[in-house]
């Protein structure tokens, strides 16, 4: 499957974005999504995942939980990851990652990934 991430820009603190995550190549709905920041001198972190089919399951980072909200609309092969609330400390670049298969996958496990969109959030 192939992922291509939109919607990052720069944003004040208090702020909100949606990322999208449109996905082409095989059947999304068969696919769990995440979201994936990295900001610079960090490594990469899991901040949100969605299992595959209906999204029953949800996953969130201590650091957003409350704030961003993750989703799918199989119809249109799109994840999103809707950010509200945002912090400087949100300031990243974010990718969106898939994986075949029901479980949660833990942030090593997502094998398929878009390019990353860069969020700012200024003060």
């Known amino acids: 499957v192939q992922l291509q991430a939109s919607g990052g820009g720069l944003v004040q603190a208090g702020g909100y974005l949606r990322l999208s995550c449109a996905a082409s190549g095989h059947t999304f709905s068969n696919y769990a999504l995440g979201w994936l920041r990295q900001a610079p001198g960090k490594e990469r972190e899991l901040i949100a995942g969605i299992s595959w089919k209906s999204g029953a399951s949800t996953y969130y980072a201590d650091s957003v939980k409350g704030r961003f909200t993750i989703s799918r609309d199989n119809a249109k092969n799109t994840g999103y990851l809707q950010m509200n609330g945002l912090e400087t400390e949100d300031t990243a670049v974010y990718y969106c990652?898939?994986?075949?298969?029901?479980?949660?996958?833990?942030?090593?496990?997502?094998?398929?990934w878009g390019q990353g969109t860069q969020v700012t959030v200024s003060s």
């Open positions: 990652a898939a994986n075949y298969g029901a479980r949660l996958p833990t942030a090593r496990e997502y094998h398929y």
